[in-house]
């Protein structure tokens, strides 16, 4: 079955930097485009990125572009998301999904919760 | 980038009763490969988001057919035929037509 594993969360000073990981298993993962999408504390949904399944395109929100970077490693089965110079205004549970191909997200991870304070 | 609303915020319903969410986009979601990519998902409590509904009215892989979607162009709407309490928790729509990926608020769906 298909499994996402965030990890690599935790707390982070303003203008610090932290890299998410997400472990996928129970699917050829080289074959899906990957997104992450976050979720502040008691708020709604956010897309955070989105990366094609060859890594050949990548998109992003304004809020993010220029801080966030997705990257995967189809050897490893795992993606990735580097996120620099964080604000306050990123604290959130981040969640990796796949994508089928249909312009939606048909399985989530369990989430990695971020905290940038000081 | 495409605004999504959706009503009403929170819905009391009375077990086996229906539930109707109503969802609407800022612009068409029908794509130029003729396809509307709105999709539904579901957030119980303390669980993270599933997906029920892709493609305004397909429903995904284990949804119960209790759950419908419907709907064109810019207005849409999740029916739940006769609510049970493992329904209980938060429903977004979400665009996928264009990007940025965006979604509704979300529906707080409670027993009465």
């Known amino acids: 079955q298909v499994q996402l594993v965030e990890s690599g969360g935790g707390v982070v000073q303003p203008g610090g930097f932290l890299r998410l990981s997400c472990a996928a298993s129970g699917f050829t993962f080289s074959s899906y485009g990957m997104h992450w999408v976050r979720q502040a504390p008691g708020k709604g949904l956010e897309w955070v990125a989105f990366?094609?399944?060859?890594?050949?395109?990548?998109y992003y929100p304004d809020s993010v572009k220029g801080r966030f970077t997705i990257s995967r490693d189809n050897s490893k089965n795992t993606l990735y998301l580097q996120m620099n110079s964080l604000r306050a205004e990123d604290t959130a549970v981040y969640y990796c999904?796949?994508?089928?191909?249909?312009?939606?997200?048909?399985?989530w991870g369990q989430g990695t919760l971020v905290t940038v304070s000081s | 980038d495409i605004v999504m609303t959706q009503t009403p915020l929170s819905s009391p319903v009375t077990l086996g009763q229906p539930a109707s969410i109503s969802c609407r986009s800022s612009q068409s979601l029908v794509h130029s490969d003729g396809n509307t990519y709105l999709s539904w998902l579901q957030q119980r409590p303390g669980q993270p988001p599933r997906l029920l509904i892709y493609?305004?009215?397909n429903r995904f892989s284990g949804v119960p057919d209790r759950f419908s979607g419907s709907g064109a162009g810019t207005d849409f709407t999740l029916k739940i035929n006769r609510v049970e309490a493992e329904d209980v928790g938060v429903y977004y729509c979400m665009q996928g037509t264009q990007f940025p990926l965006t979604f509704g608020g979300g529906t707080k769906v409670e027993i009465k």
């Open positions: 493609k305004i009215s």
């Open positions: 990366i094609r399944y060859d890594g050949s395109n990548r």
């Open positions: 999904a796949k994508d089928p191909g249909l312009k939606m997200l048909d399985y």
